[in-house]
T-cell receptor, first 113, second 111 residues
Framework: AQSVTQPDIHITVSEGASLELRCNYS??????LFWYVQSPGQGLQLLLKYFSGDTLVQGIKGFEAEFKRSQSSFNLRKPSVHWSDAAEYFC???????????FGKGTRLHILP | EPEVTQTPSHQVTQMGQEVILRCVPISNHLYFYWYRQILGQKVEFLVS????????KSEIFDDQFSVERPDGSNFTLKIRSTKLEDSAMYFC?????????FGQGTRLTVV
């Protein structure tokens, strides 16, 4: 069965510190992997995606993620967070074409000044 | 940058009433979806739509729900007789090879 696990419900980091948000997935075929960010009361913004090729993908706002097939992981990273990065982050997995996308429960990121 | 647009942004309705949530997907996208997010909870898949028909639906998407693409541009979600537990944020998404793009959502409040 398809599933996404984000083991950390909340993460707090200091502004300027590095960040890693964890994501593990279960998917029967070649996965399409996504990270979305949601600010309070707002929609879901696509940060980055992995379909194939280079396993380290770059996204918007200085984020990157690394696909590790052996670990079924797709962790999100940022070298130096900004206060504006405080939001909820969702990892998601799907297949190609019209296959539905399944979301993890999200990780809420808090930034200390 | 093309985007998915949803209207209205907020809808309040009485229990038992019908509501229609509207979405304009990104032009040239072929795959469309509705998701919902109950306050503070995860984003849940409702239905996917391709080639003018439902390609998959979740167990949440019961007979109370229907989707339609009436005019080749709009993509609507109808809830026939709303219940209190239908209160949630509803997101529309459309997809191409670059990924799945979501609208800003419609917050539905059933009173």
């Amino acid at each position: 069965a398809q599933s996404v696990t984000q083991p950390d419900i909340h993460i707090t980091v200091s502004e300027g510190a590095s960040l890693e948000l964890r994501c593990n997935y279960s998917y029967g075929a070649t996965p399409y992997l996504f990270w979305y960010v949601q600010s309070p009361g707002q929609g879901l913004q696509l940060l980055l995606k992995y379909f194939s090729g280079d396993t380290l993908v770059q996204g918007i706002k200085g984020f990157e993620a690394e696909f590790k097939r052996s670990q079924s992981s797709f962790n999100l990273r940022k070298p130096s967070v900004h206060w504006s990065d405080a939001a909820e982050y969702f990892c998601a997995v799907g297949g190609n074409r019209d296959d539905k996308i399944i979301f993890g429960k999200g990780t809420r990121l808090h930034i200390l000044p | 940058e093309p985007e998915v647009t949803q209207t209205p942004s907020h809808q309040v309705t009485q229990m038992g009433q019908e509501v229609i949530l509207r979405c304009v997907p990104i032009s040239n996208h072929l795959y469309f979806y509705w998701y919902r997010q109950i306050l503070g909870q995860k984003v849940e898949f409702l239905v996917s739509f391709y080639n003018n028909e439902i390609s998959e639906k979740s167990e949440i998407f019961d007979d109370q729900f229907s989707v339609e693409r009436p005019d080749g541009s709009n993509f609507t979600l109808k809830i026939r007789s709303t219940k209190l537990e239908d209160s949630a944020m509803y997101f529309c998404a459309s997809r191409d090879s670059r990924g799945a793009f979501f609208g800003q959502g419609t917050r539905l409040t059933v009173v």
